[in-house]
């Protein structure tokens, strides 16, 4: 008796032999090929800047004056760097990383038939770390595209070309590690992370997907040694093609701006929201006067989309805010309490040097107590002396945590509480009322937003 299920297995396991593979790129058998036909493009950057002499004058009257003839302030000297670059437009438009150029007093550009070009600086953007530099040549330059980035997968094939410590043009090959990286470098942090190779010399790259495309921009490593230990950073092309267009335009990066500080929140704290899991951003602070201000938007908010994106954490609210166009009103999401809601925003410019207000209202008054599991009390000059609290922050400050509490291991004695369940507490009889009025009106924990020695953090406690 033949047996159903047995022959089923037999002819899935045969459909799966003969199906043809799944991956967009299979593994490579060399990369010869695509190197020879994407190196011509990938440039060698070296750098000088002058130096004055360390040695200071010995001050006027001094007894050591007369030696100043002598020794002077020392001699001049030239700092050299190396890195990498690539061509973007036959014309001689070369992209690299700002930190390879940074504060050079002469650019020079080396392609690999041994050509020595001359490059100005067309635009620079420290935030990003990316820069735009210009040649003139005679004719027209071996050219590489910039990629979609958004394509590419953990686990693709990617080939990175540099110049790693000053050797010339190099190639290593390796995977996508992983997508979306933040390695505290700055606000616009989402990087490409790769095994390939990526060493000293190596910064201002590209990263190539196996259709000879862009899709990074190598820019850091992390290795406790200085060499490759297979990771390595890009910064994604669609951020850099982003980037590159306004430098080319204004010489400079223009970005959105909502006027907020924000921070991602953690799933108890998505739950005082009404949520399952943790996602959005929080409003921590808000500019007076700016975007999200005159949108009505207020501090507590949970902003969950901005116009067609979904916002998963801070990160990315600020990465789609800084890329918006500047002038067009947007509709944000958001939601206040537990209530859902909707507003439109004008998105401003972003000033690099603008620093978030936060409101600050109200009279303080003085009381203690205790407020689920924290000995709270109203700041006074003695108290902010004791804990090194700035004037500017008002609040309750915690003076003693209760062991057992939910509060212990999320509160620390001389953190301010200054909202409860999103709204300002000034005594501990209003931080008691708010308390009461949410066991009313839901299960969930407590949001708290802390004051840390300046630093604003959403904490969730169970009542």
């Known amino acids: 008796m033949i047996n159903l299920r047995s ?11 003969l199906a043809p593979p799944a991956f967009s790129h299979p593994a490579p ?48 000297r030239t700092e050299n760097s190396l890195g990498s670059g690539f061509v973007i437009d036959p014309k001689g438009i070369i992209v690299t990383n700002d930190h390879v150029i940074k504060g050079a007093d002469e650019i020079e550009v080396t392609f690999p038939d041994g050509t020595t070009l001359r490059a100005q600086v067309v635009g620079r ?14 004719g027209d330059l071996p050219a590489v595209p910039l990629g979609d980035s958004d394509t590419a997968l953990s686990g693709d094939w990617v080939l990175a070309i540099g110049n790693p410590f000053g050797l010339g043009g190099s190639l290593s090959a390796g995977i996508i590690s992983a997508r979306n990286r933040d390695i505290q470098s700055g606000r616009y942090d989402d990087f490409i992370q790769t095994d390939a190779a990526i060493n000293k010399g190596n910064s201002g790259g590209p990263l190539f997907n196996m259709d000879g495309e862009v899709i990074g921009v190598n820019s850091a490593i992390l290795s406790p040694s200085g060499g490759s230990v297979g990771i390595g950073f890009s910064i994604p092309s669609n951020l850099v093609s982003h980037v590159v267009e306004q430098l080319l335009e204004y010489g400079e990066a223009r970005r959105g701006w909502l006027g907020v500080s924000v921070q991602s929140v953690s799933r108890e704290v998505a739950q005082s929201f009404g949520l399952e899991k943790p996602r959005g951003a929080i409003v921590l602070s808000i500019t007076a006067g700016g975007p999200a201000q005159k949108a009505g938007l207020e501090v507590g908010d949970l902003i969950t989309q901005f116009g067609d994106e979904a916002i998963t954490d801070s990160r990315a609210l600020t990465r789609i805010a800084a890329d918006s166009e ?10 206040r309490g537990k ?64 062991k057992g509490s939910d509060a212990l291991s999320k509160i620390r004695v001389g953190d301010v509480i200054e909202e409860v369940g999103w709204q300002k507490v000034e005594t501990v009889e209003a931080a008691e009322a708010r308390i009461r009025d949410l066991q009313k009106t839901g299960k969930g924990p407590v949001a708290l937003l802390i004051n840390r020695h300046g630093e604003l953090l959403p904490r969730a406690l169970k009542f």
Not at 7 to 17: P, R
Not at 40 to 66: C, M, Q, Y
Not at 125 to 138: G, I, K
């Open 29 to 76: 058998d060399g990369f010869a090929k695509l190197a020879a036909r994407l190196s011509p493009a990938v440039v060698n950057i070296s750098t000088s800047l002058k130096v004055d002499g360390e040695l200071p004058l010995f001050p006027k009257g001094s007894p050591l004056e007369r030696f100043n003839d002598t020794f002077g302030q020392g001699q001049p």
């Open 125 to 138: 953007d420290a935030a990003t770390d990316l820069a735009v530099l210009r040649v003139s040549p005679d």
């Open 339 to 402: 209530k859902p809601s909707v507003t439109n925003v004008i998105v401003g410019r972003l000033q690099e040097d603008a620093k978030p207000a936060i409101k600050i209202e109200g009279p303080v008054k003085k009381t203690k107590g205790q407020v689920l599991g924290m000995s709270l009390a109203v700041l006074d000059n003695t108290l902010r002396r004791r804990y090194n609290i700035r004037s500017d922050i008002s609040g309750l400050v915690v003076i003693d945590v209760a």
């Open 7 to 17: 022959v089923l297995w037999a002819l899935a396991g045969l459909a799966l032999l």
């Open 326 to 335: 500047i002038g067009k009103t947007v509709k944000v999401h958001y939601i």
